[in-house]
């Protein structure tokens, strides 16, 4: 029982070790989830070049040299990264606002964010330009001011400024330190504030840029060396938008400046799609008016009727996409497409940046929409590197391609990474200057940035190269599974073979054993007997019974045992049986083999020994024979057996069929085999056993065998 259980012992053996190294699998993941999901942040500066670190809802956001760029002067666009689970920590980052009536500063602790004015749970401080402040408050898909404090002397566009705000237990502390040194710091204390929450990068109705966003884990101790000792006030009940503050300030000034910058730039502007009707191939001095578009690589502006290209002389102008301005110059027209050259521009008014026109691909190649503001929708063909380090791709729409250019500035980031055959929603401005089509595409699509470019759904799966990847993992799992179950194979033969051998040893030590001892009692009685003759022939027939009977189950237990062939082989344990059975008489024993020698499986062969057995014997026993043949020949698609004496003979029927030969012909059926006993009286006997590799083979063997003989 102990070698039959080893198996078992083996197999539990795989299975512990199997669970030990899951759980060590899963000791880990938690381990790095933990790690991933910590209450602060580990100190880091916060990089731009890794765009997947980071989420756009709004604005028009691009890397440039390190630097973080809003172009559009949106209300409530944001930038947001890092864990929700960061409880308490710091962000502190130089912060340069570019327009004259808007705020741009930090986001702590958010969640639920959406693109929109405020859409967002979390607390903002940041610049106000519109009355030189810096501003503290919490936005809960509105907004509560709860501090406003003067930056002295004012709050100058186009001047870095340095912001830190942190965030400890319930306690908010912003310091805005300007470029001579001026420190101007809010603070406050919210009861019931949000624990926890992500940070981000926010601007309100201005462009803005951001550089050395750094984020460290906060203490009590950060906060004191602040503010001081002594707790920030309590924040004050605040009303939502609309309440009082900034927002009735900016509700009633807005009309008013618009007015006045109206009134200001008065001029004769006329509506963009009008310059068509002028006089081609004569320089007319125009004046136009619109919302800006797009800033790079050319100046983009448009109106309710159309969009035009601006060659400007002054390039300093800091311009952002929203803005509205008045641009004069030398117009020159194409037959789609017209310049606006040698521009002076000048900036009326900061608006929300226009929406872009859906159009399909069809409708942009017809030119109708040359210098406007699209949405477009298409196939990923091809990508490439342009000049100026641009991205150029290649896309299609039903029967059209176009070309698409990406402003190479943060190149590591985001399109580099867009696989081919990917299906891409895009917002840009639609030209047709060959400038940018280089004759190829019928138009070309200009994006501000990369965060206008969306990836409705990536490149099919049934690739080329991901079906070779799953023919080989097909193959690998296969030959996986093959490994497996030749092993469970060999594990299921070692366990009958042990129990062949246990079984042989009980056999031996009972049924062989109490044979002999049978025997012994019986050779006692005939020698106390003494002359009784028949009585005598009584016991040594019992005796020639109990010897033969003996020899029987040594054989049957020398057929147990794992390596009565494996040791052996079939044809040399059929040579030692039939010598054995021989012994003594004058029968003469011949053995060949032919072919190439192969491994049978455990039961063919023990089968294939069993029949040779029995067809031995018999013909020991009953044939008178002289000779006995025994061939074994191995052929590419059958095994034979063939075992042939020059004995009697015997007439083969139904009738004539012994208890031996019908067992014979059941094991043959029970290993799918063939076998065939040809004999007549005087001709002696030949007992033919084949076992195919298929039915077809099988035929074949019969018709090859008939054939010849």
Same mark, same amino acid.
């Given at each position: 029982?102990?070698?039959?259980?080893?198996?078992?012992?083996?197999?539990?053996?795989?299975?512990?070790? =199997?669970?030990?190294? !899951?759980?060590?699998?899963?000791?880990?993941?938690?381990?790095?989830?933990?790690?991933?999901?910590?209450?602060?942040?580990?100190?880091?500066?916060?990089?731009?070049?890794?765009?997947?670190?980071?989420?756009? /809802?709004?604005?028009?956001?691009?890397?440039?040299?390190?630097?973080?760029?809003?172009?559009?002067?949106?209300?409530?666009?944001?930038?947001?990264?890092?864990?929700?689970?960061?409880?308490? /920590?710091?962000?502190? $980052?130089?912060?340069?606002?570019?327009?004259?009536?808007?705020?741009?500063?930090?986001?702590?602790?958010?969640?639920?964010?959406?693109?929109?004015?405020?859409?967002?749970?979390?607390?903002?401080?940041?610049?106000?330009?519109?009355?030189?402040?810096?501003?503290?408050?919490?936005?809960?898909?509105?907004?509560?001011? /709860?501090?406003?404090?003067?930056?002295?002397?004012?709050?100058?566009?186009?001047?870095?400024?340095?912001?830190?705000?942190?965030?400890?237990?319930?306690?908010?502390?912003?310091?805005?330190?300007?470029?001579?040194?001026?420190?101007?710091? !809010?603070?406050?204390?919210?009861?019931?504030?949000?624990?926890? =929450?992500?940070?981000?990068?926010?601007?309100?109705?201005?462009?803005?840029?951001?550089?050395?966003?750094?984020?460290?884990?906060?203490?009590? $101790?950060?906060?004191?060396?602040?503010?001081?000792?002594?707790?920030?006030?309590?924040?004050?009940?605040?009303?939502?938008?609309? =309440?009082?503050? /900034?927002?009735?300030l900016t509700r009633e000034l807005e009309p008013i400046y618009r007015e006045m910058q109206n009134h200001r730039f008065a001029s004769h502007a006329i509506p963009i799609d009008s310059l068509?009707?002028?006089?081609?191939?004569?320089?007319?001095?125009?004046?136009?008016? =619109?919302?800006?578009?797009?800033?790079?690589?050319?100046?983009?502006?448009?109106?309710?009727?159309?969009?035009?290209?601006?060659?400007?002389?002054?390039?300093?102008?800091?311009?952002?996409?929203?803005?509205?301005?008045?641009?004069?110059?030398?117009?020159?027209? *194409?037959?789609?497409?017209?310049?606006?050259?040698?521009?002076?521009?000048?900036?009326?008014?900061?608006?929300?940046?226009?929406?872009?026109?859906?159009?399909?691909?069809?409708?942009?190649?017809?030119?109708?929409?040359?210098?406007?503001?699209?949405?477009?929708?298409?196939?990923?063909?091809?990508?490439?590197? *342009?000049?100026?380090?641009?991205?150029?791709?290649?896309?299609?729409?039903?029967?059209?391609?176009?070309?698409?250019?990406?402003?190479?500035?943060?190149?590591?980031?985001?399109?580099?990474?867009?696989?081919?055959?990917?299906?891409?929603?895009?917002?840009?401005?639609?030209?047709?200057?060959?400038?940018?089509?280089?004759n190829e595409t019928p138009f070309a699509v200009i994006l501000p940035s990369i965060d206008d470019i969306q990836v409705i759904h990536g490149p099919p799966w049934w690739s080329a190269g991901?079906?070779?990847?799953?023919?080989?993992?097909?193959?690998?799992?296969?030959?996986?599974?093959?490994?497996?179950?030749?092993?469970?194979?060999?594990?299921?033969?070692?366990?009958?073979?042990?129990?062949?051998? %246990?079984?042989?040893?009980?056999m031996h030590d009972t049924l062989a054993q109490s044979f002999a001892g049978i025997g012994f009692q019986l050779q006692a009685i005939r020698d106390e007997v003494g002359n009784e003759e028949?009585?005598?022939?009584?016991?040594?027939?019992?005796?020639?019974?109990?010897? $033969?009977?003996?020899?029987?189950?040594?054989?049957?237990?020398?057929?147990? %045992?794992?390596?009565?062939?494996?040791?052996?082989?079939?044809?040399?344990?059929?040579?030692?049986?039939?010598?054995?059975?021989?012994?003594?008489?004058?029968?003469?024993?011949?053995?060949?083999?032919?072919?190439?020698?192969?491994?049978?499986?455990?039961?063919?062969?023990?089968?294939?020994?069993?029949?040779?057995?029995? !067809?031995?014997?018999?013909?020991?026993?009953?044939?008178?024979?002289?000779?006995?043949?025994?061939?074994?020949?191995?052929?590419?698609?059958?095994?034979?057996?063939?075992?042939?004496?020059?004995?009697?003979?015997?007439?083969?029927?139904?009738?004539?069929?012994?208890?031996?030969?019908?067992?014979? *012909?059941?094991?043959?059926?029970?290993?799918?085999?063939?076998?065939?006993?040809?004999?007549?009286?005087?001709?002696?006997?030949?007992?033919?056993?084949?076992?195919? !590799?298929?039915?077809?083979?099988?035929?074949?063997?019969?018709?090859?065998?008939?054939?010849?003989?």
């Open positions: 029982m102990t070698k039959a259980s080893t198996p078992g012992k083996a197999v539990l053996l795989r299975i512990g070790t =199997g669970l030990a190294i !899951a759980a060590a699998l899963a000791v880990a993941l938690w381990c790095f989830f933990e790690r991933s999901h910590q209450d602060s942040p580990s100190p880091h500066f916060a990089s731009f070049d890794k765009r997947d670190d980071w989420t756009a /809802y709004g604005g028009t956001w691009e890397a440039v040299d390190d630097t973080m760029r809003n172009n559009s002067d949106e209300r409530g666009a944001k930038l947001m990264a890092g864990s929700k689970d960061w409880k308490n /920590y710091s962000v502190e $980052a130089d912060v340069q606002p570019l327009g004259q009536f808007g705020d741009a500063g930090l986001i702590l602790r958010a969640r639920n964010e959406e693109e929109g004015v405020d859409a967002y749970n979390g607390y903002f401080a940041g610049l106000r330009t519109l009355d030189d402040s810096l501003i503290l408050g919490r936005a809960d898909f509105g907004w509560r001011e /709860y501090q406003v404090v003067p930056v002295n002397p004012r709050i100058n566009t186009q001047t870095w400024y340095h912001l830190k705000f942190l965030a400890y237990e319930c306690d908010f502390v912003a310091i805005a330190t300007s470029p001579s040194g001026q420190m101007t710091t !809010a603070a406050l204390r919210n009861k019931n504030c949000l624990r926890s =929450g992500r940070f981000g990068l926010k601007s309100y109705a201005t462009g803005a840029l951001w550089r050395n966003v750094q984020i460290r884990p906060a203490s009590r $101790a950060d906060e004191v060396a602040m503010i001081g000792e002594a707790p920030p006030p309590l924040a004050r009940p605040a009303d939502l938008v609309g =309440g009082s503050g /900034y927002n009735a068509r009707l002028l006089a081609p191939m004569k320089r007319t001095q125009v004046t136009v008016r =619109g919302i800006v578009t797009l800033t790079s690589p050319m100046l983009f502006i448009q109106d309710s009727t159309g969009g035009l290209a601006i060659s400007r002389n002054d390039e300093h102008l800091p311009l952002e996409i929203g803005d509205e301005v008045e641009a004069s110059g030398d117009l020159e027209l *194409g037959d789609f497409s017209s310049v606006l050259k040698n521009a002076n521009v000048r900036i009326l008014w900061s608006h929300t940046p226009v929406p872009p026109v859906v159009v399909t691909a069809t409708q942009a190649a017809s030119g109708n929409f040359d210098a406007v503001f699209i949405e477009i929708e298409g196939l990923l063909d091809q990508k490439q590197e *342009g000049l100026n380090h641009n991205l150029v791709m290649t896309l299609s729409s039903g029967s059209e391609n176009f070309r698409v250019i990406v402003g190479g500035r943060g190149r590591n980031s985001f399109p580099w990474k867009l696989q081919e055959k990917s299906r891409l929603r895009l917002h840009g401005i639609c030209v047709v200057d060959p400038a940018y089509t280089h991901h079906i070779v990847a799953g023919i080989i993992v097909l193959l690998l799992v296969g030959l996986a599974a093959q490994a497996i179950h030749s092993r469970l194979d060999r594990m299921k033969l070692r366990a009958m073979f042990e129990e062949r051998e %246990r079984l042989a040893h009980e028949e009585l005598r022939e009584h016991l040594d027939l019992a005796n020639d019974l109990v010897r $033969a009977s003996h020899e029987e189950a040594r054989r049957s237990i020398s057929a147990l %045992r794992s390596n009565a062939l494996e040791e052996v082989g079939l044809l040399e344990a059929l040579e030692k049986s039939a010598l054995r059975m021989v012994n003594g008489g004058s029968m003469q024993v011949q053995t060949s083999s032919s072919g190439n020698p192969r491994m049978i499986s455990p039961r063919v062969a023990d089968a294939f020994f069993r029949i040779g057995q029995e !067809a031995i014997a018999n013909a020991v026993r009953h044939s008178g024979a002289t000779e006995l043949t025994i061939s074994l020949l191995y052929e590419p698609t059958t095994v034979t057996l063939l075992i042939e004496d020059n004995g009697r003979g015997f007439p083969v029927g139904e009738d004539s069929a012994s208890f031996g030969i019908r067992g014979m *012909g059941k094991r043959a059926e029970s290993i799918g085999a063939w076998l065939d006993i040809r004999s007549s009286p005087g001709d002696g006997t030949s007992v033919q056993l084949v076992t195919p !590799a298929s039915k077809r083979a099988l035929s074949t063997a019969r018709q090859d065998y008939t054939s010849k003989t």
